[in-house]
């Protein structure tokens, strides 16, 4: 949740250590902070509450001078986001600096501990007790390194630390706890990065190792040495990572999110190269390559996942019991981690993270493991967390996504698990040659037609002037496009702050239906396919009541015109790849209304692009 950066190299360490908070932002923005050693190892440690560029007016363009330093950016969990809670936290003496990620889940007993040894504290985060915790073994005589290592042999949860002392300088010494909260260590010419995130890291290096669970780090300006908690060795030979920095640039586009929505037509090209086999109408997953036996024994699948992902997951199951004709659910990760499944080794769980770092997910994925499920994964990046649990992992191939509301990486989970479904159920001999015929030349088409319904904004501008003011939505949907429902609703809330519901069309009887008055407008997502006419009827309960529709509906469908208040239109394809297209207006419609309200759309208040605490 929190954004971690580390320096140690040649160069001065402010200016990166900003431009790498810069890039991190989207994980926590509520304050931030910067802490550097002087050639003297004399620290100067700044922070400030709010978004990093309260930060970098406290500092008035006079950064702290020194070659080795931490920064940290904020998504609070203990203690309000104030000066004092914002990172770098210190021990007694300013000589031992810590950033920190994730919940030092014992932390109110060891603070206890350390107050009755006389350490005083200033803040009321939990992450305070380590540089404390960290003196009070150096006050035994351990070394800085060996402090760190007790220090997280204590903590319990899942967490990330990384510390700089004035007795070392010129070296960091990280650990990582438990599986949520990535470190990540960055190898450049003479200098080394620790960092939670990519983003970081990209404009100095593509070489990059992944911190394990359980594993610490020390390093300096130019090697990186890993350990095990209990001290044993670990070799690690970097790996190189395909995005590069510019692929991170705004570029023309007002936002990052609006970028992200523009490149859906190419992520999804990116997603279908290699997998899709024109010539013989098979999808080849080269990452999912398992026997015939394996296949014939999987006799259920689960698909797990949070938000966004939570919403493909709804759309997949549609997917794996109509191409594959397996029984399929799905759950919120949350959910599941806490249920007593029935899950064995016939089970396959699909588990969907486009950051392979949510907490609940990965509780999940050891509950499926445990169980001894067979386990696929989709995520964004290769090495995270989420991939090391899975026995199988798909790349989603979206790119980097900064906005932190998905768009392009739902998009893409949404293909994934489309082939997915493809895959296995020509492997079952369910699927006929002849539908896939049908459903590869619609793939071939789908890039063109995402663009056509990216083509005319200035509708959703419209949209926006009209309706920006109103405080409630509701969404309506049925079958395959109930989650799109619930995805048009998230994406309004998440972005601009208005109180939206997505409902299955037929429930809207059952209760929300009192709530239909000429204030609230009904999203009505109502493609021609099997269910419209059922669509139709609920859209006439609303105006028969006198509320407000807006249609999304497919191209050439003029009398839908007559019938509601609004129409956004999207090319037409089958029932079974029109969620797809949908996406585009639910993340529209949200974007320009957020843009209207003047809501700050790449970090919306109070979320954090990886949600790594449960
Ligand atoms: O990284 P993940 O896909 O596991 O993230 C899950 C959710 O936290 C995420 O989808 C969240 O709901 C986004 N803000 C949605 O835009």
């Not at 070659?67 to 609070?76: C, D, E, L, N």
């Not at 669970?213 to 001290?231: C, P, R, W």
């Not at 015929?437 to 005319?456: K, S």
């Amino acid at each position: 949740m929190c954004g971690i950066i580390g320096y140690a190299g040649a160069r001065q360490a402010a200016p990166i250590i900003l431009e790498g908070l810069a890039a991190l932002e989207y994980r926590g923005y509520d304050s931030a902070g910067i802490a550097v050693l002087d050639a003297d190892g004399i620290p100067a440690v700044h922070k400030k509450s709010g978004k990093l560029v309260n930060l970098a007016a406290a500092l008035q363009g006079s950064l702290p001078e020194g070659v080795t330093g931490v920064g940290h950016t904020r998504w609070a969990t203990h203690g309000a986001p104030t000066d004092f809670n914002a990172h770098p936290h210190t021990d007694c003496d300013n000589q031992i600096i810590v950033v920190h990620n994730g919940i030092v889940e014992n932390y109110v007993q060891i603070k206890e501990d350390l107050i009755s040894q006389g350490h005083e504290f200033t803040s009321q985060t939990d992450a305070e007790c380590i540089p404390h915790m960290i003196e009070s073994y150096i006050e035994q005589e351990y070394s800085f390194e060996e402090a760190v290592r007790a220090s997280a042999r204590e903590i319990k949860g899942a967490n990330a630390v990384v510390a700089i002392s004035t007795r070392d300088p010129g070296k960091l010494v990280a650990f990582r706890l438990g599986n949520a909260g990535g470190l990540v260590v960055g190898y450049g010419q003479d200098e080394l990065f620790l960092a939670s995130d990519l983003p970081a890291l990209l404009p100095h290096t593509q070489e990059v190792a992944y911190l394990a669970g359980g594993e610490m780090v020390t390093l300096d300006n130019h090697s990186a040495n890993y350990f095990t908690l209990d001290g044993m060795s670990v070799t690690k030979t970097p790996m190189h990572v395909a995005y590069d920095a510019l692929s991170a640039a705004k570029g023309e586009y007002k936002h990052f999110m609006l970028k992200e929505i523009h490149e859906q037509p190419e992520a999804i090209i990116n997603s279908l190269r290699g997998r899709v086999s024109f010539n013989d109408l098979k999808v080849v997953l080269d990452e999912f390559q398992i026997s015939d036996a394996d296949i014939a024994r999987i006799d259920r699948v689960v698909f797990l996942g949070m938000g966004t992902s939570f919403n493909a997951a709804m759309v997949a199951r549609n997917w794996m019991e109509s191409l594959a004709r397996l029984p399929s659910e799905f759950d919120n990760s949350s959910e599941f981690r806490y249920r007593d499944p029935v899950i064995d080794e016939n089970t396959l769980v699909v588990s969907l993270s486009q950051s392979g770092e949510t907490a609940d997910t990965l509780a999940a994925m050891e509950k499926a493991q445990e169980n001894g499920a067979l386990q696929l994964t989709l995520c964004n990046y290769p090495g995270t967390q989420t991939t090391r649990i899975a026995d199988h992992t798909m790349l989603l191939r979206a790119g980097l996504e900064i906005g932190v509301a998905s768009s392009k990486t739902f998009t893409n989970s949404l293909i994934s698990l489309y082939l997915l479904a493809i895959d296995i159920g020509t492997r079952r001999g369910v699927l006929e040659e002849s539908r896939r015929r049908d459903m590869f030349a619609e793939l071939a088409r789908l890039p063109d037609l995402l663009g056509q319904a990216l083509a005319d904004e200035s509708q959703y501008e419209v949209l926006a002037q009209k309706f920006g003011r109103r405080s409630d939505f509701l969404y309506l949907g049925r079958g395959i496009n109930f989650p799109l429902a619930m995805e048009g609703a998230l994406k309004l809330k998440e972005l601009s702050y208005i109180h939206a519901e997505g409902y299955p069309a037929a429930e809207m009887k059952h209760g929300p239906i009192s709530l239909i008055d000429d204030e609230m407008p009904v999203v009505a997502l109502m493609p021609r396919d099997d269910l419209y006419e059922k669509m139709l009827s609920n859209v006439n309960e609303v105006k028969a009541r006198g509320g407000t529709v807006i249609a999304v509906a497919t191209e050439g469908n003029e009398d839908i015109k007559k019938r509601v208040d609004e129409v956004i239109y999207v090319p037409e394809v089958s029932s079974l790849i029109n969620p797809v297209l949908m996406a585009v207006p639910m993340q529209l419609l949200a974007y320009h209304i957020a843009l209207w309200r003047g809501c700050d759309i790449d970090q919306p208040r109070n979320l954090a692009k990886s949600v790594t605490v449960e």
